[in-house]
């Protein structure tokens, strides 16, 4: 009896550690039937997003504003204000400003400007050193030393600027005020050339030249006078009242060869041409300006 159980005890001990290798193939079969719900799930998912990959969308090449209004492309635009220097040493110029251009673009193009001088004002600066200087000669000191009245005679003033521009305006769109009044508005970038006519506060003196025979007090000065040829550069904006009105505000530059004190500046003891130097004048103008066609054009 006690031979028949232990059999029997082994027995049983062989099959329950045998069980984990007769069990295998049921955990294969598992984990296939798992692989094979994923594989069926992911090509479930996939194959609607394939097919709507492959199909196009009707925004494709679409515009990102539809029925906007083309407020400068293939426009005139027409306008007059006032404008004024804002760096001169001696003299501030106020100025009457036109201005005529063409939107060959909605965001290009092309015009031209006159500034034309109504007023030059006489600045702090120019009160500070003319006030520091003698009315006589003074002995002792140098001769190139100018009084108050030889100093004020070459001092340059400005007649006019004129130019024409590239202007690109890379952005547009639309602004509130206190969310009640809305309008359009452009920024732009300008560049081109720049003329600017200049004289002297007395034009009765002598124009600089290459060289400078005079003596005396003379020798030391000279008036700069004509239309001096550089380069115009800024930026600008449009804000829009309406279709065919709009307020524009430039802030430009015009850089050319000037000597606005009109003296010797080298220090050679002789004003010529050669103290002339590459100067900027930068002045700031507001305009209104009408547009022509009065209607803009409207992109599909």
């Known amino acids: 009896m ?3 159980a232990d059999l029997n005890c082994l027995v049983t ?3 329950e550690k045998d069980k984990p290798m007769t069990n295998m193939p049921k955990l294969q079969a598992r984990r296939h039937k798992r692989l094979a719900m994923v594989f069926v799930a992911a090509a ?3 194959l609607p997003l394939a097919a709507q990959a492959q199909r196009k969308s009707p925004l494709a090449d679409a515009p990102a504003v539809r029925k906007k209004f083309e407020l400068r492309a293939t426009r005139l635009e027409v306008g007059a204000g006032m404008g004024s220097t804002i760096n001169q040493d001696y003299f501030h110029s ?3 400003d036109l201005r005529i251009g063409f939107h060959l673009l909605d965001s290009l193009a092309i015009s031209g400007f006159g500034d034309f001088a109504v007023a030059n004002v006489e600045t702090t600066f120019q009160s500070n050193v003319v006030n520091s200087l003698y009315d006589t000669p003074m002995a002792g000191h140098p001769a190139s030393e100018p009084t108050r009245a ?3 005679r070459s001092m340059q003033k400005i007649k006019g600027m004129y130019g024409v521009q590239l202007e690109w305006a890379p952005f547009a769109g639309k602004y509130s ?3 009640k009044l809305f309008a359009h508005y452009d920024f732009y970038l300008l560049g ?3 003329l600017i006519n200049v004289e002297p506060a007395d034009p009765n003196i002598a124009a600089c030249a290459s060289t400078n025979q005079a003596t005396g007090p003379s020798r030391y000065y000279c008036g700069v006078t004509g239309t001096k040829v550089g380069g115009t550069f800024g930026v600008g ?3 829009y009242f309406n279709h065919w009105l709009a307020l524009n505000v430039e802030l430009r530059d015009i850089l050319a060869k000037l000597n606005p004190s009109g003296r010797d500046t080298d220090g050679n003891l002789s004003a010529t041409t050669d103290d002339l130097t590459w100067t900027h004048t930068i002045s700031v103008g507001a305009q209104l300006v009408f547009y022509l066609p009065a209607t803009p054009g409207i992109s599909p």
Do not use: M, Q, Y
Request: aromatic share 16%.
């Open 237 to 239: 904006f449009h804000s």
């Open 2 to 4: 006690h031979k028949n």
């Open 150 to 152: 030889d100093a004020e």
């Open 44 to 46: 479930v998912t996939a």
């Open 192 to 194: 081109g050339l720049g």
């Open 177 to 179: 005020l206190f969310g």
């Open 94 to 96: 106020i100025f009457f």
């Open 13 to 15: 001990r062989r099959s």
